[in-house]
């Protein structure tokens, strides 16, 4: 069974301040997929990366694919309240058709 | 921008009735998903569908549920009797092919009492 943690589970913290989210599993996966969710709503994709040890930049968050594609990271800089959300990874294998959703992360920025 | 829309958005029904719960994917889209989140639990893939057929289901997927695509635009998902532990919301997905972004819906959220 392919598993995917996350961490921190929770975390909060001050606006301006940085972060990192971690996205761990035994399984590689083909790509991984970070999406973020609010209350009541689906999940809303933020960046798919691909290749082993990718960087993908996305205004003042940072996604890193780790090299042997097991792994995953979200950094965040500066962060401001309107980063509040659930923060989800999701990877995808060759062989099949599902996204496999880890644990989440929830953040709480605080002006 | 297109969007995947589900609906109803929540839906409370009595354990053992069925329910349909509907989704519209996105029309240039070819394969088709149903998730699900239980509160406070991660989100969980029940099937996926293309080409009219399931193409992957999970254990979770059992003979108490069931897919179709009735006509060209409406994806749904079938659950025959329900169940306490069935309540969550439920995600509908597509995407354009295989390992591709998928776009998810609104959700429904189902309450079963």
């Known amino acids: 069974t392919q598993l995917l943690e996350q961490s921190p589970q929770f975390l909060s913290i001050q606006e301006g301040e940085n972060l990192t989210v971690y996205c761990n599993s035994s399984?590689?996966?083909?790509?991984l997929q970070w999406y973020r969710q609010e209350p009541g709503e689906g999940p809303v994709l933020l960046v798919t990366v691909v290749t082993g040890g990718e960087v993908k930049k996305l205004k003042r968050l940072t996604f890193q694919f780790g090299d042997a594609r097991k792994d995953s990271s979200l950094h965040i800089t500066a962060a401001q309240p309107g980063d509040t959300g659930l923060y989800l990874c999701a990877g995808e294998s060759h062989n099949t058709d599902k996204l496999i959703f880890g644990t989440g992360t929830r953040l709480q920025v605080f002006p | 921008e297109p969007e995947v829309t589900q609906t109803p958005s929540h839906q409370v029904t009595q354990m053992g009735q069925e329910v349909i719960l509907r989704c519209v994917p996105i029309s240039n889209h070819l394969y088709f998903y149903w998730y699900r989140q239980i509160l406070g639990q991660k989100v969980e893939f029940l099937v996926s569908?293309?080409?009219?057929?399931?193409?992957?289901k999970s254990e979770i997927f059992d003979d108490q549920f069931s897919v179709e695509r009735p006509d060209g635009s409406n994806f749904t998902l079938k659950i025959r009797s329900t169940k306490l532990e069935d309540s969550a919301m439920y995600f509908c997905?597509?995407?354009?092919?295989?390992?591709?972004?998928?776009?998810f819906g609104q959700g429904t959220r189902l309450t079963v009492v």
């Open positions: 569908f293309y080409n009219n057929e399931i193409s992957e």
């Open positions: 399984s590689v996966f083909s790509s």
């Open positions: 997905a597509s995407t354009i092919g295989r390992n591709t972004e998928a776009f």
